[in-house]
T-cell receptor, first 115, second 114 residues
Framework: AQSVTQPDIHITVSEGASLELRCNYSYGATPYLFWYVQSPGQGLQLLLKYFSGDTLVQGIKGFEAEFKRSQSSFNLRKPSVHWSDAAEYFCAVGAGYSSASKIIFGSGTRLSIRP | DTAVSQTPKYLVTQMGNDKSIKCEQNLGHDTMYWYKQDSKKFLKIMFSYNNKELIINETVPNRFSPKSPDKAHLNLHINSLELGDSAVYFC?????????????FGPGTRLLVL
């Protein structure tokens, strides 16, 4: 079964600084990988996803993520954060090809922005 | 033009009561989901329906019963509410089933059982 780990519970970065959120997954083959963002009091919004092909994936809001098979990682990056990026970020992994396959979410990383 | 909407947004109730949460999507999607997010923000799937048929049913107490009257609606009824049911419940939808489909989430229903 697949699993996903987000090692950082809470990260604080200064506005304008670069950001990297870590995500490690466990699965025997190449899984489907996702990053979602949850703003306070809101539902989740998809930032980007990786299925195959180019291992550097561009998403919305200036985010990107890189799939590294050798490290079983799918870290999320942004070159310069804005105060509006403060939110909870979830990495997720999906595996399998049946209609009953499901996405497993990590425990989330809360991002705070220092003015 | 809310894509996935849930009602109510907040629900405060006593232990032992029965309550329902409604979800509607206007995206024309075939597949809908219920997720539970606990106090530690851990998000876990509960159920999934495709074209009104149940396709995912996780290990959820049978006090929880989903109902899909049509493709655009997926409701969640909870009997005999317990303190541990306090959580945020998210509805989501996707074009079709399978992990390759992007899921669109509703704003959540915050349930507090006293």
């Amino acid at each position: 079964a697949q699993s996903v780990t987000q090692p950082d519970i809470h990260i604080t970065v200064s506005e304008g600084a670069s950001l990297e959120l870590r995500c490690n997954y466990s699965y025997g083959a190449t899984p489907y990988l996702f990053w979602y963002v949850q703003s306070p009091g809101q539902g989740l919004q998809l930032l980007l996803k990786y299925f195959s092909g180019d291992t550097l994936v561009q998403g919305i809001k200036g985010f990107e993520a890189e799939f590294k098979r050798s490290q079983s990682s799918f870290n999320l990056r942004k070159p310069s954060v804005h105060w509006s990026d403060a939110a909870e970020y979830f990495c997720a992994v999906g595996a399998g090809y049946s209609s009953a396959s499901k996405i497993i979410f990590g425990s989330g990383t809360r991002l705070s922005i220092r003015p | 033009d809310t894509a996935v909407s849930q009602t109510p947004k907040y629900l405060v109730t006593q232990m032992g009561n029965d309550k329902s949460i409604k979800c509607e999507q206007n995206l024309g999607h075939d597949t809908m989901y219920w997720y539970k997010q606990d106090s530690k923000k851990f998000l876990k799937i509960m159920f999934s329906y495709n074209n009104k048929e149940l396709i995912i049913n996780e290990t959820v107490p049978n006090r929880f019963s989903p109902k899909s009257p049509d493709k655009a609606h997926l409701n969640l009824h909870i009997n005999s509410l317990e303190l541990g049911d306090s959580a945020v419940y998210f509805c989501a939808s996707s074009q079709g089933p399978g992990v390759q489909e992007t899921q669109y989430f509703g704003p959540g229903t915050r349930l507090l059982v006293l």
